[in-house]
């Protein structure tokens, strides 16, 4: 196994995958609290992993049909990913307004500060402050059904995963399984990173300087992936 390969698919994964986005967003909201987490982090990594799978394979095997596509690939895999560079840096520079947000039960973070001010109020105020704070359990199946159609019924994974993956994946040849091992241990740490550390990660994204740092690192991860497919090897 090489080594590098291994190491641009994981950080060409983690940079498509680190984003604000509906499902990034009901993952930290359901780590938490704390519902249904490790069925909601398995079907976003698994999902990926299917999708991964097949763009490398799919790429793979269009390439080895007509193999002037290879260069074709190499050059608009690179182009694409010059053009998320340049979208991600744009960001990191001017900021975003918002951070990765997500609410509990409550209607907002769960914190240690939430939860005695709840038990300050009096009367109506005390009982729906109680109320807020001790949410209604949701049954696993709704849970599942609706982490399943964030993933796939969102257009974007498949261009992030079958054809942007796929594509630079299909480029590395006999390797490319290498590079897809990779984007998939990138999706499976960030998924389980954030569900199970929804409450400390909750806290840190919520801040827009934490994501102009996140979109700096992105920027130049993409760039030097796309400067290396076009590099004579």
């Known amino acids: ?14 940079s498509l995958i680190i984003a604000i986005g509906a499902q990034n967003v009901f993952v930290l909201r359901q780590g938490i609290r704390r519902e ?13 992993a299917v999708l991964i799978a097949a763009g490398v394979g799919g790429m793979g095997a269009a390439l080895q049909a007509m193999p002037w596509l290879v260069g074709v690939a190499r050059w608009a ?12 840096a744009r960001r990191a520079i001017r900021g975003t307004e918002a951070g990765l947000v997500a609410e ?21 105020g005390a009982s729906s402050s109680t109320a807020g704070v ?25 261009l992030d995963t079958v054809v942007l993956l ?11 399984w290498t590079f897809a091992v ?5 999706s499976l740490v960030w998924f389980f990173s954030l569900a199970y550390g929804a409450r ?23 760039l030097a992936i796309a400067v290396s497919l076009v590099l004579p090897t």
């Open 1 to 14: 196994m090489d080594f590098s390969v291994l190491v641009a698919g994981l950080g060409l994964g983690f």
């Open 36 to 48: 249904h987490v490790f069925v909601v982090a398995a079907i976003c990594a698994i999902s990926d």
């Open 77 to 88: 895999g690179a182009a694409f990913l010059v053009g998320y560079a340049v979208l991600a």
């Open 104 to 124: 509990d039960g409550a209607g907002g973070l769960d914190t240690g500060a939430d939860a005695s001010s709840s038990t300050t109020g009096a009367g109506a």
């Open 134 to 158: 001790i949410a209604r359990p949701t049954a696993v199946l709704p849970v599942m059904l609706t982490c399943l159609a964030l993933t796939w019924l969102n257009p974007h994974v498949y």
């Open 166 to 176: 796929g594509s630079v994946g299909a480029t590395y040849g006999d390797l490319r």
């Open 182 to 186: 990779g984007a998939m241990l990138a």
């Open 200 to 222: 400390l990660l909750g806290r840190v994204l919520a801040s827009p300087r934490a994501w102009r740092i996140l979109d700096g690192i992105i920027a130049v991860v993409m």
